[in-house]
């Protein structure tokens, strides 16, 4: 599986964006990007995924480079409630549907 | 709708003891995942299945054993449990695909420490 590379941890501002970047140099062409979140204490939670174009919904908004090497999950107001690990995820179309889990980027929410 | 459920939440072993986690859905998902996650660790899975009746070895299947003996249920043994064990084990369920990006959905996992 293609590998990510993300900042080990990041903080924010309560109230304010925040952009986790991700970095996925050989990424193929079918890998689609995920990312989940795991919040303290518990199972990681899926947040948004996206092939090329860039894809919003409640939770966050996903920017995908145009040459698909690197993308950023972007929460556009940070609450508490936000402070988690976040991890980007490859997914090849192939395979039982697996997850590969790298370190991730822990956010520290400020109030 | 209670989603996935992971029992026990915490237990505490002696090294050679055996013992089993179950896992349940509610979601009718074709697909549910063991995965054990150590300190600053992400997540590496053991074993999955894809159906009743069929699992399938994960990254990290040695010294487990699983079944999935009903859809709704999955089972994860450990015949003699290891210090190298001590873990937090969570389970996940999703649709099957058709479509690959079917988001899973986990469990609040099983602490376990092996004595």
């Known amino acids: 599986d293609a590998k990510t590379t993300q900042p080990n941890s990041m903080e924010s501002n309560e109230e304010e964006p925040v952009h986790l970047p991700c970095n996925h140099s050989?990424?193929?062409?079918?890998?689609?990007i995920h990312w989940y979140r795991q919040l303290p204490s518990q199972g990681p939670e899926y947040v948004i995924h996206?092939?090329?174009s860039n894809v919003n919904n409640r939770m966050a908004s996903l920017a995908i480079a145009e040459d698909r090497k690197s993308s950023t999950l972007i929460l556009h107001r940070a609450t508490l409630r936000d402070a988690a690990v976040y991890y980007c995820?490859?997914?090849?179309?192939?395979?039982?549907?697996?997850?590969?889990f790298g370190t991730g980027t822990r956010l520290t929410v400020i109030p | 709708n209670a989603g996935v459920t992971q029992t026990p939440k915490f237990r505490v072993l002696k090294t050679g003891q055996s013992m089993t986690l179950l896992c349940a859905q509610d979601?009718?998902?074709?697909?549910m995942y063991w995965y054990r996650q150590d300190p600053g660790m992400g997540l590496r899975l053991i074993h999955y299945?894809?159906?009743?009746?069929?699992?399938a070895k994960g990254e990290v299947p040695d010294g487990y054993n699983v079944s999935r003996l009903k859809k709704q249920n999955f089972l994860l043994g450990l015949e003699s449990a290891a210090p190298s064990q001590t873990s937090v084990y969570f389970c996940?369920?999703?649709?099957?695909?058709?479509?690959?990006?079917?988001?899973?959905?986990f469990g609040d996992g099983t602490r376990l420490s092996i004595l």
């Open positions: 996940a369920s999703s649709y099957r695909f058709g479509d690959f990006n079917q988001p899973q959905h």
């Open positions: 996206g092939l090329t």
């Open positions: 979601m009718n998902h074709e697909y």
């Open positions: 050989t990424i193929s062409g079918t890998d689609y």
């Open positions: 299945s894809v159906g009743e009746g069929t699992t």
């Open positions: 995820i490859l997914r090849e179309q192939t395979g039982a549907n697996n997850l590969f």
